[in-house]
């Protein structure tokens, strides 16, 4: 399957199933709206008429390279991975969600576990707790050395204590077992002092901060308890852990809604506080909340993405990755994690503070997706298998899409929340996510031309 694209002044074909990217003319540009494959070692008659626009020539020798491309594999490529969607099984548990607060210090309106609490009491995960996912990741990771733990929340530093036992116990044993822990952290960065910085900067192999950007959007929709600026709070601390942290991962996650849809100015600005690293997801939420973005919202929001696009292609001064822009036109992810994306209930799972295990972060609270608790060892399989089977071939319109392989069938969380089936994509993030992806391959795809590539 093709998708063909302008942006950046490229004509831009992707072949999805052999991951082919082609900058095209013109005339090569427009003949794929007609030709299709198989195709015959000559041009169609009708071609010629149909692109009468262009010489005779031109069309010979653009269907000539077309041909070419299609006898190579790179385009018109059949999709060799579906025949083997039936094969997916369960894998090792190798990440995890450890949401160590149910609880936060800030009064977010668009958050999604409710101000912190999921809906439920507020409550800090006790240390043992931490202990026995700790335990839990060592058994089920089978053979896999790597372990991934985020601590999230709420907000994780409110349960400081925690964070810091459970990272000590997982050291203290982690050799004995053959593993290597790499621990994250995601902050709204109130809590943080001089000692947590440095202790982060040491232990944590990654940070993300949350910030959305210029003070008034920040401040209108991340709120205080007492009613202050946010923004003046965690700016200065999130630029001391940065400049104090050297060349370890970090990044600056902003959020974008209704009321800042020109959110290239809150990237820029997030720039300009110092922050290379910087990503900014668009809002999921009920669309009667004020602030959600609804398909109305669509062609502003591309034309943002498109004036983003622009910036980073033609920026000069401070450089700066922005992460749904990033994406590898010669080493896609594995094959897996093409057909199966975020792993989510079968190689990912979070636990909340009382030691109840959720397919990930966002199924928290949601009591039917429950999978069992780390006080009394249950674990369910059933959810586990159905995460293993739920990919790309078994979402509803998925294996129809030109971006399913970087996309990789997109959030199972969202697509139940609000399309009531973790099988049935979200239909307003697929739109977003197509246009991300069109905004990252052509910027790939300039930074190759500019690279003489
Ligand atoms: S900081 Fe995070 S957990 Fe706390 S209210 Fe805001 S979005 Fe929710
Ligand atoms: S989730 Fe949406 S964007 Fe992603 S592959 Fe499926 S249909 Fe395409
Ligand atoms: S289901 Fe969605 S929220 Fe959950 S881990 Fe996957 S992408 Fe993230």
Redesign the pocket.
């Known amino acids: 399957m093709i998708h063909k694209f302008k942006q950046l002044g490229y004509n831009i074909v992707l072949d999805s199933d052999s991951n082919g990217v082609h900058v095209v003319d013109d005339c090569a540009f427009d003949m794929l709206d007609i030709i299709n494959a198989p195709m015959d070692e000559n041009p169609p008659k009708e071609l010629f008429q149909k692109l009468g626009r262009y010489s005779e020539e031109t069309v010979r020798e653009t269907y000539g390279e077309l041909l070419g491309l299609y006898k190579e594999g790179s385009l018109f490529a059949a999709d060799e991975y579906e025949k083997y969607s039936n094969t997916m099984v369960k894998s090792p548990v190798k990440s995890m969600c450890l949401n160590v607060a149910h609880d936060c210090n800030l009064r977010c309106e668009y958050c999604f576990a409710q101000t912190g609490d999921f809906g439920g009491e507020r409550l800090l995960m006790p240390p043992e707790i931490g202990k026995k996912a700790i335990d839990f990741l060592i058994e089920k990771s089978a053979d896999r050395q790597n372990i991934e733990l985020d601590f999230f929340g709420g907000e994780p530093l409110m349960a400081w204590d925690t964070v810091v036992e459970t990272v000590n116990y997982a050291r203290s044993i982690e050799k004995q077992h053959g593993k290597n822990f790499r621990f994250t952290i995601t902050t709204n960065g109130v809590l943080l002092d001089d000692e947590k910085i440095d202790y982060i900067n040491r232990e944590m192999s990654n940070v993300v901060l949350s910030l959305d950007g210029r003070r008034e959007v920040t401040d209108r929709i991340r709120k205080t308890l007492n009613g202050k600026s946010v923004y003046d709070v965690i700016v200065p601390k999130f630029q001391k852990l940065v400049e104090r942290r050297g060349d370890k991962d970090y990044y600056v996650r902003a959020t974008f809604t209704k009321y800042n849809l020109d959110f290239t100015d809150d990237v820029l600005h997030l720039r300009d506080l110092g922050f290379e690293q910087l990503s900014a997801e668009p809002v999921v939420t009920d669309e009667n909340e004020p602030y959600a973005l609804t398909k109305v919202d669509l062609p502003r929001i591309f034309e943002e993405y498109d004036r983003l696009c622009e910036v980073m292609a033609n920026r000069t001064g401070k450089k700066f990755n922005f992460f749904h822009f990033m994406v590898d036109l010669d080493q896609g992810p594995c094959a897996i994690k093409r057909l199966r994306g975020c792993g989510c209930g079968n190689d990912y799972v979070a636990v909340d503070p009382h030691g109840n295990i959720f397919p990930c972060h966002q199924f928290v609270g949601i009591d039917e997706w429950k999978m069992g608790n780390l006080n009394d060892g249950t674990f369910n399989d059933e959810i586990k298998t159905y995460f293993a089977k739920t990919h ?1 071939y078994s ?1 509803q ?2 294996s129809g ?4 392989f970087y ?4 959030c199972n969380a969202n697509s139940f929340i609000y399309e009531g089936d973790c099988r049935k ?3 307003l ?2 739109e977003l ?2 246009k991300r992806l069109e905004c990252a391959l052509a910027l790939a795809v300039d930074k190759a031309v500019k690279n003489g590539g």
């Not at 899409?401 to 399913?404: H, I, L, M, S």
């Not at 996309?407 to 997109?410: F, H």
């Open positions: 790309l979402k319109g998925c899409c030109w971006a399913k996309c990789s069938g997109g994509p979200h239909e993030s697929c996510q197509r």
